[in-house]
């Protein structure tokens, strides 16, 4: 553990800022060459330095008591939304307060205010604007007060915020619905497929060997076996109900999208795919990377969008992490850039199982949108994310 000396020599050495170490260094160089070479303007210049050194240190002296409230509004946003903030500063001390610097970072800028003098109990409040470009993460803050010299040689930078993030969710396209799943469960949708055993009765046919004996309908085989004059049993057919969960895994690696602006459109792709299951009321999941996110809350998974980044994960081992994350998956899509490998989408289709209706993407600005199909698995090609939706349309049929 780092002694006690040393973390206080670091924080004194911390309110030198680089205009006080220059000034000091130039100090101590005209010193030495006042003393050696007796040149006068050096010495008269080594005072200089060590008078301003001297006069900025007491204003440095006294406390910073104060409350600063931050406010962001909305905290998710599409890109190219604006987001409206403020931050409000009130003098908690029983003195007044003098001028002084506040500091808010936003992404990699910093907003730089200044504070006017406040008495006790006084606020003073400055508005702001965050305009959002393109999907990512925006952190705000902290919000830092800056006591110290005019001419910035010391200052003490004291933090009074946590840093809320701005998510930045792609522009999406509308999208028509999914359709049905294929995991049965009792809040599941009702479709068109039959099933021998589900809890939906459907119709009666005639009993084929290996038939369940339990669903046989005494009565009904009693009523035909009288009017036919032979033995005829009927046995119950059922409608299938679903419970749908799409999963959507991007491919992260580097390699496979050459141009990064592919990269962007795929997650616009997951983003729109994503609200358009929850709209339905699937369950929803997606994987990229890292980034990972299950369940029937849509911001969930588009959290998990703003934060995705390209990495070195790959899309069959995300698809096996989707596997675990999701084993109940009944609709897949895979999206992938035109550096990927087939063999590489294979693989992570090939990580569900037959009943998991697959659909894979590549995302290629310079190509035609066309889809193609291989071994029953749609592969859609995709050069503009409008065409989103005819594709999907011609997938799902």
């Keep these: 553990m780092e002694r006690s000396p040393t973390r206080r020599i670091r924080a ?61 509004e909305p905290l998710r946003v ?52 965050i305009r959002t470009e393109a999907r990512g993460v925006i952190p705000v803050g902290p919000a830092i007060t800056r006591r110290g010299d005019p001419l910035g040689i010391f200052s003490r930078d004291l933090s009074w915020t946590d840093v809320p993030e701005i ?22 949708v009702s479709t068109d497929a039959l099933s021998q055993s589900d809890l939906a009765f459907h119709a009666l046919r005639e009993y084929v060997p290996g038939d369940d004996l339990r669903h046989v309908h005494w009565r009904s085989s009693a009523k035909a076996m009288g009017a036919a004059g032979h033995t005829e049993l009927l046995v119950r057919q059922y409608l299938d109900t679903r419970r749908s969960h799409a999963t959507v895994v991007v491919d992260d690696m580097v390699e496979s999208w ?98 998991v209706r697959r659909v894979a993407m590549v995302v290629n600005r310079r190509l035609n949108s066309r889809a193609t199909d291989a071994d029953g698995v749609p592969i859609l090609h995709l050069a503009d994310k409008a065409d989103l939706g005819a594709l999907l349309r011609w997938s799902l049929q």
Excluded: K
């Design 78 to 129: 599409v890109a190219g939304d604006s987001v409206a903030g403020s931050v409000t500063v009130t003098n908690l001390a029983s003195t007044r307060m003098l001028p002084s610097m506040l500091d808010l970072p936003v992404g990699d800028r910093v907003h730089r205010y200044g504070l006017p003098a406040l008495a006790p109990d006084a606020s003073h409040e400055e508005t702001f604007t």
């Design 167 to 188: 998510l930045v969710r792609p522009e999406m396209v509308p999208l028509e619905s999914l359709g049905a799943g294929l995991l049965r469960d009792l809040e599941g």
């Design 258 to 355: 050459p141009d990064p602006e592919d990269f962007e459109i795929a997650m616009s792709v997951a983003a729109s795919l994503a609200v358009r299951a929850v709209l339905d009321e699937f369950d929803t999941s997606f994987m990229c990377g890292d980034q990972a996110a299950t369940g029937n809350n849509g911001h969930v998974a588009l959290d998990a969008i703003c934060r995705a980044r390209l990495g070195r994960t790959g899309l069959a081992t995300s698809a096996q992490r989707a596997g675990s994350v999701a084993p109940d998956t009944s609709l897949l899509f895979l999206v992938t850039g035109p550096g990927a490998s087939f063999a590489e989408m294979r693989l992570a289709a090939s990580v569900f199982g037959p009943e």
């Design 12 to 72: 004194l050495l911390g309110i030198v800022n680089p205009t006080g170490w220059v000034i000091a260094g130039l100090g101590i160089a005209a010193a030495v060459a006042a003393s050696r070479l007796h040149w006068r303007e050096a010495s008269a210049l080594a005072v200089a330095c060590l008078a301003l050194l001297v006069l900025a240190v007491p204003l440095l002296l006294g406390r910073t008591r104060v409350r600063v409230d931050l406010s962001l």
